[in-house]
């Protein structure tokens, strides 16, 4: 015959427990408490965000996932672990490597740079110096194009002055008769020569655009990057730490207390109740 569960029995035994449950909630509640306010280090993170035009993510091929690998390069963790002096500050290369991380945000078409310590300004510090040497490396790399661009491009135009050169520019003379007999000599281009000379003025054209081009991208970068379709926005020194979450793992703790006391309650009773009649 199946066994009821009476409602009231449960609820008696909660209330014969109520101080072992109480006792034990407090007891887990306190122990987590002292942990989280007193054991547990503070860690403060800092963000840094590099932004980028869409105009020159288009023009350089490149996506956002592309230029968040490069913040992160083994040369540059190395430049900024020696930098910022990190091993004479409890850093070992693993665990710097482990403090930092980055983020895409396609839709505001920016790569984010968080750095997490128990420093709040050493990570401040971190953050933007991951930026300043990432955004210093990327417009060099729009000037280093521009020069690419420009070598090509005249390369391009000194073949061109070489075919011409050795191009007739006329083909020969064409006689003309006017009505009162006179005769005209009218020059016949060599078609070939036009097409060279008109290709020749395209690509200097262009050559020209690259040359202002690279001077803008120069000026800019010495007058602090603005125009250069990225820009850094530098991580503010953080004034709240994130971990902890002293009030959150005290109410963790609370529930975990409950569930556990009201379990060992239940057992107990269980086992009082399961005990052999023993007759002497």
Same mark, same amino acid.
């Given at each position: 015959m199946e066994e009821e569960i009476n409602l009231r029995e449960l609820i008696e035994v909660l209330i014969s427990g109520k101080w072992l449950i109480a006792g034990i909630c407090l007891a887990v509640v306190l122990v987590s408490g002292v942990f989280s306010f007193f054991v547990l280090p503070e860690k403060y993170e800092a963000r840094a965000a590099i932004m980028f035009d869409n105009s020159f993510i288009?023009?350089?091929?490149?996506?956002?996932?592309?230029?968040?690998?490069?913040?992160?390069?083994? !040369?540059?963790? %190395? =430049?900024?672990?020696?930098? @910022?002096?990190? /091993?004479? $500050?409890?850093?070992?290369?693993?665990s710097f490597k482990k403090s930092v991380k980055t983020e895409v945000n396609k839709e505001a078409g920016l790569v984010s740079i968080t750095a997490t310590g128990t420093d709040p300004e050493l990570v401040r510090q971190i953050a933007n110096l991951f930026g300043q040497i990432s955004v210093n490396d990327f417009r060099q790399r729009l000037i280093y194009n521009k020069e690419r661009e420009i070598?090509?491009?005249?390369?391009?135009?000194?073949?061109?002055?070489q075919e011409m050169a050795n191009t007739p520019k006329l083909l020969g003379t064409t006689e003309v008769k006017e009505r009162g007999g006179q005769v005209i000599l009218i020059p016949e281009v060599n078609p070939m020569y036009e097409k060279l000379s008109a290709r020749w003025d395209e690509i200097n054209s262009?050559?020209?655009?690259?040359? !202002?081009?690279? %001077? =803008?991208?120069?000026?800019? @970068?010495?007058? /602090?990057? $603005?125009?250069?379709?990225?820009?850094?926005?530098?991580?503010p020194l953080p004034e709240e730490p994130v971990s902890p979450r002293k009030m959150l793992n005290m109410a963790v703790a609370g529930v975990l207390g409950l569930m556990v006391s009201v379990f060992l309650v239940f057992f107990l009773e269980f086992w009082r109740k399961s005990a052999p009649d023993i007759k002497k």
């Open positions: 288009e023009q350089q091929g490149l996506s956002l996932e592309s230029y968040k690998e490069l913040v992160l390069t083994p !040369a540059r963790m %190395e =430049y900024v672990y020696k930098e @910022l002096r990190l /091993g004479d $500050k409890d850093y070992t290369m693993t070598i090509k491009a005249e390369r391009m135009l000194a073949n061109i002055n262009t050559v020209t655009q690259l040359k !202002a081009d690279k %001077e =803008y991208l120069e000026e800019g @970068l010495k007058t /602090g990057g $603005k125009g250069l379709f990225i820009i850094l926005q530098n991580a």
